[in-house]
């Protein structure tokens, strides 16, 4: 498959120009691994410093060579791109030096990677979803917050929720507040109440690689305010939290996300969904989607 | 052989795949298929996806009366599929509109059957008609349903009693996608029929019923036989179907015929009949109200109907229903000293097995269900929506305590009913209005947080209820009250003009005459319901100038704010008013 045929497995000029996520830093090795981005194969390994190496797969027979990919490394991951790129989006915290930053875990998802973006913006199913953990019955009110398009990102505001155990060493359930933001088709961020030190916000992101329009590798992506917990601990309360929605998108029909937003039943406390959409058909993303017109 | 309709009835599962609170996942003709049975026994067949992020509802939980989405906790009601409760919005009544794809079902032959279509029902065969059915093993086989049909002819078993013998087979009759085939050897006799239900357009199920159950010794060598030999069938189907493949999968079928199983007329009424009429308490008569076709549509706890009596007259009465009460409505109607005909005619001349027509439920007494406490209280024949209440929140576990003021033990409905419920019935009998204030004082006195208050009754004791809340510190928004009529002394002296914003149109409203009327004569057609300002149906909202509210509807804070009126009874303290219309 040469640069070209890429295109024909996915045509949408606004996904091929951008960077997309294909792998944490700290897990590319110098032995080729194979993975798969829009559609295509592609391949990485790590060959010394700055920067791992990228290419497109283009024969079968001769996995471990093939056209170049332009590469970046940011906030932990290594970005590739089989278009032109524009610039990837800012995380100031990303360098504030107390800050713990890791790869909570990338996992494969059978949906597409917008209706990832849009379970990671959801607050109403926490009390099903994350029972005991993000949320409680009986309180599942989602009260009315804000959406704006600022600079060109979604960002969600004055969000709140009853958390049950906002933190290990708080007793009796709290509102914890969050901030939503969604800087890339493909990539959500959340800012979070921070259970030690009240004037900080815990970062939390989700960068989907879209492997196909209805598959993706969801890159779980930490910057905390934590002194305390192991890279373990914190790792394997991430990976829970998405262990217990990935069944729920994978019973998700269909399976990319419909833009029209007669195809599914929006509610006020889907305000942010329902944006997210919006700036979908207004970027004028094709792939993954299940276009409005 | 030709292929039937995609409207024809077709077995989906089993009738022991639906046992009670299970979800079984089927599949026809690319529709997949949710299939539950509810605690009343009936079995409902949905499309298996919620209507708000299409999540599969096979996912989710039977609770017995509802199916719950696993992903937000929507709540689907047995039979209709209407939306009864949206846990994120737990103060709004969700829209009637939101109201899943149901299919028709009948059980038939040990078999669940529905189709895509809405009409008829499902084959009769004289063969299985009376019999003691046994339903063979469901064959899932890689083959387009014609094919499978075909080759069904050739399949060869011999009958029960006589499994080592050497048959004869010969097809007694061929239906749209079915075989009957009897099967004799050594004297002995077996009749079988096989029905075909199409997955997709690839993919279909073999259900085998043979005619007679074997006796219990034979029932096990006779499920084996007929495994063994379908199998070997299958395998022949599948064979012969290799390398031909059926075409492109089509997409989900889309239901041919768009008639809904909640049937409505023209003016959105439903057509019922009086199922059951009792002598619920003194001066108190129950009625239960049937669909005489279809389903009745979705109701949630604090929901009225409007009653279309044959004299002519309407009048709103709450449903007593809980959760997955579906197949009726249920009234309590209180035979009023003034009845003006309308629960004098309800008492005196309903008997069972009149015709009536009714509204779909509509609420305006919503029932908050994120709260750790709820306290109910009610006033004489104000006890019917708060019983629905006590059914929802006993139903989903959570705390609360209905106070029930009445004159008399006589005069008390539903006690056996809530007695149960979880619910904890504290009664206040024959209380002077004295008494009363005293009571209602001391059971608000401690306005904790997450804790709310219903009240349903005569205007005194709602007016008396909001009084002592407010006194005890308890914000507008935690008591929630429904009037049956507004016991407001209606002022009408005022004269007004009224602009209409989105109709660009000003009009006089003159003394003796309501918005309403007038608005009418203009041809302006404004939705409204008890004009009295009780039921909020013609709320609409005020742009500029400051409304004179007459209603009950609207709670003090509401009406302070000024952006909302009531035009059936409300008038105006400016000289002018800009309405939303």
Known sequence: ?293 | MPTPPDTAWYPVARSDDAPARHIFHGQLLSQELAVWRADDGFVNVWQNRCLHRGVRLTVGDNDGGELVCRYHGWRYANRSGGCTYIPAHPADAPAQTICNTVFPSVERFGLIWTTLGSDGEPPLVDTLEGASEFGLRPLPVNAPADVVLDHLGSYRFAPAGALTGDPAVRVAGIGDASIELVSTADGHESAAVFFVQPVDAARCVIRGVLAATPGEALAIPVLRHHNHRLSVLRDRIESSVVGHPPGASPAPAARADERSVVPADRAGLHHVRVGRRWDEADGIVGFALEPIEGQLPAFQPGAHIDVHLPNGLVRQYSLTNGPGQTRHYLLAVKREPQSSGGSSYLHESLAEGDELHVSAPRNNFPLRRDVTRTLLIAGGIGITPLVSMAHALSHAGLEHELHYFARGPEHLAFATEIDRLSTRLITHLGLSPEATGVALRTMVADPGPDTQIYVCGPGPLIQATRDAAAAAGWPDQAVHFEYFANPTVLDQSSSFEVSLARSALTVSVPAGRTILEVLRDHGIAVPASCQQGACGTCSTRVLEGEPAHQDVYLNDSEHRAGDAMMICVSRSHSDRLVLDI
Request: charged share 25%; with cysteine; glycine share 6%.
């Open chain 1, 1 to 293: 498959m040469s640069l070209t045929e890429v295109s024909a497995v996915c045509t949408d000029r606004v996904i091929l120009d951008r960077w997309h996520p294909i792998s944490a830093l700290a897990e590319t090795t110098p032995v080729p691994q194979r993975t798969q981005l829009l559609g295509a194969a592609i391949a990485h390994r790590r060959v010394g410093d700055p920067e791992p190496e990228v290419w497109l797969v283009d024969d079968a027979e001769t996995p471990d060579a093939g056209p170049p990919l332009p590469v970046l490394v940011r906030y932990g991951y290594v970005w590739t791109s089989l278009g032109d790129p524009i610039d990837l989006f800012e995380i100031p915290e990303f360098d504030e030096p107390d800050r713990r930053r890791l790869n909570a875990g990338s996992i494969h998802v059978a949906t597409s990677a917008p209706r990832a973006v849009e379970n990671f913006l959801d607050l109403g199913h926490f009390p099903y979803v994350h029972t005991g953990l993000l949320g409680a019955e009986p309180h599942t009110e989602v009260t009315e917050y804000d959406v704006d398009i600022v600079d060109g990102e979604i960002w969600a505001t004055r969000c709140q929720f009853f958390q049950p155990q906002a933190a290990q060493n708080a007793s009796g359930g709290q509102m914890t507040q969050y901030t939503y933001r969604v800087p890339h088709p493909y990539c959500v961020l959340l800012y979070k109440s921070c259970a030690i030190d009240p004037t900080r916000r815990d970062t939390i992101g989700l960068f989907l690689q879209a492997t196909s329009p209805e598959t993706c590798r969801a890159h779980n992506f930490l910057c905390m305010v934590d002194e305390e917990s192991t890279d373990t601990q914190l790792r394997r309360f991430q990976q829970l939290i998405f262990g217990q929605d990935k069944p729920i998108l994978e019973n998700q029909q269909p399976k990319r996300l419909p833009l029209d937003p007669r195809v599914e039943t929006p509610i006020r406390a889907d305000k942010s969904a329902i944006t997210y959409r919006r700036w979908l058909t207004e970027l004028g993303v094709r792939y993954a989607v299940v276009p409005a017109d």
